[in-house]
Nanobody, 125 residues
């Protein structure tokens, strides 16, 4: 199983970035996928996710209206479009997967089965 996150970088406040997470080595369509982040000195926190069977996307309150999660089963890739970035969005962003994950299980990082290595997002003020 491999989850490869990319797209991070340095951006000014108010800017945008699009993260990608390419998955391989498992039956992608049977897994819920989520994005989490970890800022320096803080615990890993939930950002966005959908259950394995599709449906609504769940977002952390801190990113609602600014971030958009999407999933392409044909490409076995999930994306996180991040707009109106703020300095407090600075963190390492991780994608993660859980077999047949549902809500609220996948809102907790401890419940995810597989993790990518993360991609660093730095937002300057």
């Amino acid at each position: 199983v491999q989850l490869l996150a990319s797209g991070g970088g340095l951006v000014q406040a108010g800017g945008s970035l699009r993260l990608s997470c390419a998955a391989s080595g498992y039956t992608f369509s049977s897994y819920a996928m989520g994005w989490f982040r970890q800022a320096p000195g803080k615990e890993r926190e939930f950002v966005a996710a959908t259950r394995w069977s599709g449906g609504s996307t769940y977002y952390a309150d801190s990113v609602k209206g600014r971030f958009t999660y999407s999933r392409d089963n044909a490409k076995t890739t999930v994306y996180l479009q991040m707009n109106s970035l703020k300095p407090e969005d600075t963190a390492v962003y991780y994608c993660a997967a859980r077999w047949r994950g549902t809500i609220p299980t996948i809102l907790d990082a401890a419940n995810m089965d597989y993790w990518g290595k993360g991609t660093l997002v730095t937002v300057s003020s």
